[in-house]
């Protein structure tokens, strides 16, 4: 809603005003909060209501601010409070962008001042005493301690400062996602949620950090608008492979929370360490100890075998998938398709780990040829994330631009913009179906190999069989030529084979016979894998 006072103004009295607002900012964008140079952004500076008109912000300079006209059009909220605070999460998620890794309840946190330092307290039967001296409160606080009925652990609740608090990564490993945003304006219009963030201490030793492992999503939200205190239910001394199985159920079966699968496979993986450890303290093993298989887990946790199966292949998809060196993650979007990264998490799921990771347990030691190097499933993770390296060198390292992302390249095409040709390639090579089907491919080429060399075919075992330097140097052939070919850069194609999300059967016949199902010649000639790899 535009400003009747703004428009009444006369220049001088505009001028005027900026530089009260200017001085009263110390010279910052209010969204930003970066420099703002009356000289340089002369041209581009906005004056902007901090409460839009249309929930009731007054229209005069004490419900102004000043801002850069690209921050203040393209801000994450109407109310400029929110679109700061936003903003401050934008530059945090990039930041951690570089380590691979999108912001957590632990980050948020440390950037407010929390998260460093132990709660002291004593427990007995019936009640829990602490005090909060370590930020200058000495008062005893005594809560009573309750026993929850069904799962029997105990527990007391607490308002709590954020300097107490800590994030649980290994129950929940959830990063902060993009309903952030929704959570902050609703604290900000003073809607309480009616939810208390759960979480543990250890009392073993009387200090303990409170460990958040649930509502995190909710205490960001308030921490992000200055909360320095938050509501918390505290469980005491509670099962932790209880909680990740009722985390894990909740994003799952019950479908309680939105866990993205990435998220799902991290807490399959830290099951499965659990269930490892359980195996050696009930046979009586030192904890160094794996000369056991993955079938004595399944015979072992009776009852669970599903489970195991599931815990095994989560901890091999997790371990590629949060290995520091996977060039590939810097182009995939875990929590689903966004408009700045090629490739979903599920595209994954359902090419790279479904084609390559064996779905069956294995009955040799987990320690079977460890320090050979020819670990079956240590090498499978390894020779899967050299492949996914090698896919990032070959299709986007240094081609596709996240600033350009992905949103509807094709429909601009159309209309008739113009995209890199390297990036065009890179964002319609990356479509599912596409990746499905040229993916089958590099798994072909593999198998060709052992098969030349008069060997059993691996099937789905092929990546915990060693691979040769010529079958990489094949792979990275195939690559290059498949990159190589004319569709993937050709705008006329929008219209028709890239206009609109094609099946599995659609790129096969593409790729087996030049032409669509409808016969529109597309390849000059089918793809030969043997020129390919020439």
């Known amino acids: 809603m535009s400003s009747l006072f703004l428009a009444r ?9 900026i530089i009260k607002l200017f001085d009263a900012q110390k010279g910052h964008c209010f969204i930003c909060e970066q420099d703002v140079d009356l000289v340089v952004h002369k041209n581009a500076i906005d004056i902007d209501h901090v409460v839009p008109l249309k929930v009731g912000g007054k229209d005069d300079p004490s419900n102004f601010a000043l801002a850069h006209a690209s921050c203040n059009r393209s801000k994450l909220a109407s109310n400029l409070e929110v679109a700061r605070i936003l903003q401050r999460f934008a530059r945090m998620k990039k930041k951690l962008a570089e380590e691979n890794r999108s912001p957590n309840l632990g980050d948020i946190l ?17 009640s829990i005493t602490y005090s909060l001296a370590e930020i200058g409160d000495n008062a005893l606080a ?21 300097q107490y608090l800590a994030h649980d990564p290994h129950i929940n490993p959830r990063s902060i996602g993009s309903n952030i945003s929704k959570l902050v304006e609703e604290f900000h219009q003073s809607r309480p949620q009616l939810h208390v963030a759960l979480a543990w201490l250890a009392s073993s030793e009387g200090r303990s950090a409170i460990h958040v492992f649930d509502g995190q999503h909710k205490a960001a939200a308030q921490i992000m608008l200055g909360a320095r205190h938050l509501p918390v239910r505290v469980f005491i001394d509670p099962n932790a492979d209880t909680l990740i199985t009722t985390n894990t159920n909740a994003g799952t079966t019950l479908k309680q929370v939105a866990f993205d699968k990435s998220v799902q496979r991290h807490l399959g993986s830290a099951l499965y360490q659990d269930r490892v450890q359980r195996y050696q303290a009930e046979t009586g093993r030192a904890d160094d100890d794996i000369s056991f298989s993955e079938r004595d887990l399944v015979n072992h946790f009776k009852g669970q075998s599903r489970e195991i199966k599931r815990f095994v292949l989560d901890a091999l998809r997790n371990g590629v998938t949060s290995d520091p060196e996977n060039k590939l993650m810097d182009f995939i979007d875990l929590g689903g398709r966004g408009k700045e990264r090629p490739l979903s998490y599920s595209t994954i ?25 020819e670990n079956p499933r240590d090498l499978e993770r390894r020779q899967i994330l050299r492949l996914m390296n090698l896919v990032a060198q070959e299709i986007y390292d240094g081609k596709f ?17 113009e995209y890199p040709h390297d990036h065009l390639r890179a964002f319609r090579m990356s479509k599912e179906e596409i990746v499905y089907n040229w993916l089958s491919y590099v798994g072909q080429i593999a198998r060709q190999y052992f098969i030349m060399l008069g060997k059993p075919d691996p099937l789905d075992r092929l990546f915990q069989y060693p691979f040769p330097e010529q079958v990489w140097e094949n792979i990275a052939k195939f690559l290059r030529s498949l990159s190589a070919l004319p569709l993937w850069v050709n705008k006329d194609l929008s219209e028709t084979v890239f206009g609109g999300k094609q099946n599995n059967n659609f790129w096969k016949t593409v790729f087996e016979t030049g032409r669509t199902p409808q016969g529109m010649q597309v390849l000059a000639e089918p793809l030969n894998l043997i020129n390919m790899i020439k």
């Open 9 to 17: 103004q006369k220049p001088e009295e505009r001028h005027d005003l």
């Open 110 to 126: 440390i950037e407010a001042g929390g998260g460093n330092h132990q709660l002291g307290f004593k427990i007995d039967k019936a």
């Open 142 to 162: 005594t809560l009573p301690v309750y026993e929850d009925e069904l799962s029997g652990f105990r527990y007391f609740f607490a308002r709590l400062p954020i």
């Open 349 to 373: 799921e359902k090419t790279f780990y479904s084609f390559f990771v064996y779905q069956e347990i294995l009955e040799t030691p987990l320690n079977y040829l460890l320090d050979e190097g």
């Open 401 to 417: 631009d996240p600033e350009l992302g992905t949103d509807k390249i094709e429909s601009r095409l159309q209309k008739g913009s």
